[in-house]
């Protein structure tokens, strides 16, 4: 499985902004996905994931209720609405899959991963 990330830009505090992930693989749909994010200086962090059957979701507490995990089995796509966006948002987000549905906050276990786009919220 191989990810792209996309839609990064320079938003301002407040604003809203998609980013979207394509995947190019068989079977991606059978894939746990999920978002991370690397701010300058920090090591990366868990943001949101979605099981495979797209049942459940994940979110860190940072970004409940402003971000959305979903996802377009027939395109081969995971999606992740941010709205509200705060300065501390800031960082290159990235989007990773994995076989299996448990532990959706442990990157350590993601198997596959985009290259990264960058989110600049200005205050």
């Known amino acids: 499985v191989q990810l792209q990330a996309s839609g990064g830009g320079l938003v301002q505090a407040g604003d809203s902004l998609r980013l979207s992930c394509a995947a190019s693989?068989?079977?991606?749909?059978?894939?746990?996905k999920g978002w991370f994010r690397q701010a300058a200086g920090k090591e990366r962090e868990f943001v949101a994931a979605?099981?495979?059957?797209?049942?459940?979701?994940n979110y860190a507490d940072s970004v409940k209720g402003r971000f959305t995990i979903s996802r377009d089995n027939a395109k081969d796509m995971v999606y992740l609405q941010m709205n509200s966006l705060k300065p501390e948002d800031t960082a290159v987000y990235y989007c990773a899959a994995k076989s299996s549905s448990l532990r959706l906050g442990l990157q350590d276990e993601y198997n596959y991963w985009g290259q990264g786009t960058l989110v600049t919220v200005s205050s």
């Open positions: 979605e099981a495979w059957s797209g049942g459940r979701t």
């Open positions: 693989g068989r079977n991606f749909k059978n894939y746990a």
